[in-house]
């Protein structure tokens, strides 16, 4: 029994064995998508809204007009939808933009 007190018996050093048991799967999550959506107000041109969809939102003429009626119409328009960090950007870039034009235009991020 002398000889196991010395360390000899190796499968039970540690570090042993133990690669197998702690390689797991890493878990890979679906980052968080964000909508950005565009409020109406009663200042901000209809042609400044459909500039900032095709610009920041790569929208054809068509598309950005149908977003922009549906500001219009109904108070908030969907542009796109984005991981956190592109969302977060195309909010800021959108703001700076109307700010820089003089106009109100409020732009938003929230989580699908």
Partial sequence: ???????????????????????????TKKPSLYRVLILNDDYTP??????ILERFFQKDRE??????LHVHNHGVGECGVYTFEVAETKVSQV??????????????????
């Fill in 46 to 51: 209809m042609e400044f809204v459909i500039h």
């Fill in 95 to 112: 703001m700076d933009f109307a700010r820089q034009n003089q106009h109100p235009l409020q732009c938003v991020m929230e989580k699908k």
């Fill in 63 to 68: 598309t950005a007009t149908r977003i922009m």
């Fill in 1 to 27: 029994m002398a000889h196991m007190q010395n360390g000899e018996d190796k499968g039970n050093a540690p570090g042993r064995g133990t690669a197998v048991i702690t390689r797991t799967k890493p878990k």
